[in-house]
């Protein structure tokens, strides 16, 4: 055996030891709830405007791969998947209320530049305002003015600590180790939750669609709105 395939060989185990201690080790019932409930948003979207499936496809296969990831012990990977995740869903919602400027971004292969913090402070994305045109009764459940909006830059700005590399969101600062660590799985799992709940929130709003337990349940993450 090569050096090269005897290295992988040692990486694949020491990843598939650490899968087996975060199964061990934790409760996942509530995340692999949330990602069903990943996919029913995605199916109700999707039933409401098939022109937009094409992120709802990345968005899906994006977060099974990074949930294997966070499982697997690859933790920062797993939390800079979830920004990607987050800006593609936004994308989704942007794009569903701007039909020319998707069509540019389909048939002339746009850059894909419309990122959370730039659609938020140029197009009122989910501030209070914007969520009044299509969702009537938002001041009566948002627990805060501009809750949603707040509470999306909150989520996003973390993601993107952890991704430009902020020195306390590092995982290897102190040693170079592939292992199983409850903490920083816990740190995952906290960002993945806020991320599918925003999803979650950017759903229920856009469509005024309150109709589904476990898409409200997902919702409450965020404690964003006042909803049974």
Do not use: P
């Amino acid at each position: 055996m090569s050096y090269t395939k005897h290295t992988l060989k040692l990486f694949s185990k020491s990843i598939n030891d650490i899968f087996d201690k975060t199964l061990s080790d934790n409760d996942l019932s509530t995340v692999l709830e949330y990602l069903n409930t990943l996919i029913e948003i995605n199916d109700r979207f999707v039933t409401k405007d098939k022109e937009l499936d094409f992120f709802w496809n990345e968005i899906i296969s994006d977060t099974i791969s990074l949930l294997h990831c966070g499982i697997s012990g690859q933790y920062r990977l797993a939390i800079t998947g979830l920004r990607n995740v987050l800006e593609l869903a936004c994308s989704a919602f942007f794009y569903l209320d701007h039909k020319i400027e998707l069509k540019l971004f389909v048939n002339e292969n746009f850059k894909a530049d419309k990122y959370v913090s730039f659609i938020v402070q140029e197009y009122n994305f989910f501030k209070t305002n914007y969520i009044n045109t299509f969702c009537e009764n938002i001041r009566t459940i948002q627990t805060l003015e501009n809750s949603v909006s707040s509470y999306l830059i909150l989520t996003y700005g973390k993601l993107c600590d952890v991704v430009h590399g902020r020195y306390k969101s590092l995982t290897k600062a102190e040693k170079l180790t592939v292992e199983y660590s409850k903490v920083q799985f816990k740190k995952f799992e906290k960002s993945y939750k806020c991320t599918l709940g925003v999803i979650a929130t950017l759903y229920v709003l856009r469509f005024d669609d309150f109709t589904s337990i476990e898409i409200n349940s997902l919702v409450k993450e965020t404690s964003t709105l006042n909803i049974i």
